[in-house]
């Protein structure tokens, strides 16, 4: 059974800002509307698969590979919380869960 996707407010923003930023650098909504689906793809695949993804130093905290980005999220037995997303070409130090 599929549990429902629930995006935090930070996550969310923080996609939002991803995508956004995509767009601005290559003036084309191509690569944003690939990484949208990309994200969708993945916290579908989550909700019917919720432990494929690796465990992090956070109790709970569980993080899948999405390209270029790590999607944090943890899980219960309806639903699944996208608590954020972390470019990896960022510093390691500022990431909001150690791996």
Same mark, same amino acid.
């Given at each position: 059974?599929?549990?429902?996707?629930?995006?935090?407010?930070?996550?969310?923003?923080? !996609?939002?800002?991803?995508? @956004?930023?995509? $767009?601005?650098?290559?003036?084309?909504?191509?690569? %944003?509307?690939?990484?949208?689906?990309?994200?969708?793809?993945?916290?579908?695949? $989550?909700?019917?698969?919720?432990?494929?993804?690796?465990?992090?130093?956070?109790?709970?905290?569980?993080?899948?590979?999405?390209?270029?980005? $790590?999607?944090?999220?943890?899980? +219960? +037995? !309806?639903?699944?919380?996208? $608590? @954020?997303?972390? +470019?990896?070409?960022? +510093? %390691?130090? !500022?990431? %909001?869960?150690?791996?």
């Amino acid at each position: 059974m599929a549990r429902k996707i629930i995006w935090a407010k930070k996550a969310a923003l923080e !996609k939002d800002a991803i995508l @956004a930023y995509w $767009l601005k650098r290559n003036q084309s909504n191509v690569y %944003p509307k690939k990484l949208s689906t990309l994200f969708h793809q993945a916290t579908k695949w $989550l909700s019917k698969n919720p432990l494929t993804g690796r465990r992090t130093s956070a109790e709970g905290v569980r993080v899948k590979v999405v390209r270029d980005y $790590l999607l944090f999220y943890k899980f +219960d +037995d !309806k639903t699944v919380f996208v $608590l @954020a997303i972390w +470019d990896m070409r960022r +510093d %390691p130090a !500022k990431r %909001p869960f150690k791996l």
